[in-house]
């Protein structure tokens, strides 16, 4: 059974950075995708990131392209997001993803859908 964790929510500033991470047990890390997604109060669910298993191969909403950065430890099969410069507006529950790669690398979330999902994590910015 896939288990996804993630972790480093928390309250900060505009302008600040917070990390988050999600450690996955119960899958092949290196044939699953990983991504993040966020749901803000009375909003649907939005598409964050995702990591591909080939080196390099990420993709961002627009929203954050620039911003954030995901990355990857094989070694620990937990993937991180890196969120910068940080606005009121990323304020939401973010959760991690994951879905089995069959060859569309970090478009698989999008394109084929989530197989996992994470419990979520908070995180609020301020004003």
């Known amino acids: 059974q896939v288990q996804l964790v993630e972790s480093g929510g928390g309250l900060v500033q505009a302008g600040g950075s917070l990390r988050l991470s999600c450690a996955a047990s119960?899958?092949?890390?290196?044939?699953?995708?990983m991504g993040w997604f966020r749901q803000a109060p009375g909003k649907e669910r939005e598409f964050v990131g995702a990591?591909?298993?080939?080196?390099?191969?990420?993709y961002y909403a627009d929203s954050v392209k620039g911003r954030f950065t995901m990355s990857s430890d094989n070694a620990k099969n937990t993937v991180y997001l890196q969120m910068n410069s940080l606005k009121p507006d990323d304020t939401a529950v973010y959760y991690c993803?994951?879905?089995?790669?069959?060859?569309?690398?970090?478009?698989?979330?999008?394109?084929?859908?989530?197989?996992?999902w994470g419990q979520g994590t908070q995180v609020t910015v301020s004003s």
């Open positions: 993803a994951a879905g089995r790669d069959y060859g569309l690398g970090s478009r698989e979330l999008m394109i084929r859908g989530v197989g996992s």
């Open positions: 119960g899958l092949t890390f290196k044939v699953y995708t």
């Open positions: 990591i591909g298993r080939s080196v390099g191969d990420t």
